[in-house]
T-cell receptor, first 111, second 116 residues
Framework: RKEVEQDPGPFNVPEGATVAFNCTYS??????FFWYRQDCRKEPKLLMS???SGNEDGRFTAQLNRASQYISLLIRDSKLSDSATYLC????????????FGSGTRLQVQP | EPEVTQTPSHQVTQMGQEVILRCVPI?????FYWYRQILGQKVEFLVS????????KSEIFDDQFSVERPDGSNFTLKIRSTKLEDSAMYFC??????????????FGQGTRLTVV
């Protein structure tokens, strides 16, 4: 089983749509969870950390389900500028700082 | 807003040559990292550096690679005797100002290494 697994997409959605991405991770002891976005040939940029209680930042909502080892990202009212690859990122082992990246889910928002 | 900066943005080198990739992490961060991304593949961890020594490294980070913090601001990755398969985007990152969200890592814009 891959350490961090994501649906590769692509997700093609119209402007204004709501879209959800899912991610699973293999190590139940994982401590920190993040969503990054990556534009083509650019660096990963931190979108948001994911907390056990769930958290929201504007149009973006992240959820963590530790029992199912599952992380989600919901984007409401999609904008053209949201088109990017969304990376699920996990600090897989307690005490380590190395981040483990999923392969990413490609989102294309269409006018 | 503070950021991680990397130079050069693109490096072309001949197979067998040595390259040094340079990074200036965010100034009050304590942990520094190198990651790489081969075209079309996922981002992979190489090494982390804390308190002037390597704190973690992956299987990719073999004897061909080394890291150094030669002064108070720069953080370098040296690749000896480059191979074709070293062609990738190399990202430097830093994290942990000692307060707030310690694990949130911020990435530089990357150095694209092409080995010919």
């Amino acid at each position: 089983r891959k350490e961090v697994e994501q649906d590769p997409g692509p997700f093609n959605v119209p402007e204004g749509a709501t879209v959800a991405f899912n991610c699973t991770y293999s190590n139940s002891a994982s401590q920190s969870f993040f969503w990054y976005r990556q534009d083509c040939r650019k660096e990963p940029k931190l979108l948001m950390s994911v907390y056990s209680s769930g958290n929201e930042d504007g149009r973006f909502t992240a959820q963590l389900n530790r029992a199912s080892q599952y992380i989600s990202l919901l984007i409401r009212d999609s904008k053209l500028s949201d088109s990017a690859t969304y990376l699920c990122v996990v600090n897989i082992e307690t005490g380590r700082r190395a981040l483990t990246f999923g392969s990413g889910t490609r989102l294309q928002v269409q006018p | 807003e503070p950021e991680v900066t990397q130079t050069p943005s693109h490096q072309v080198t001949q197979m067998g040559q040595e390259v040094i990739l340079r990074c200036v992490p965010i100034s009050n961060h304590l942990y520094f990292y190198w990651y790489r991304q081969i075209l079309g593949q996922k981002v992979e961890f190489l090494v982390s550096f804390y308190n002037n020594e390597i704190s973690e490294k992956s299987e990719i980070f073999d004897d061909q690679f080394s890291v150094e913090r030669p002064d108070g601001s720069n953080f370098t990755l040296k690749i000896r005797s480059t191979k074709l398969e070293d062609s990738a985007m190399y990202f430097c990152a830093s994290s942990d100002s000692g307060k707030g969200h310690r694990d949130e890592a911020f990435f530089g814009q990357g150095t694209r290494l092409t080995v010919v």
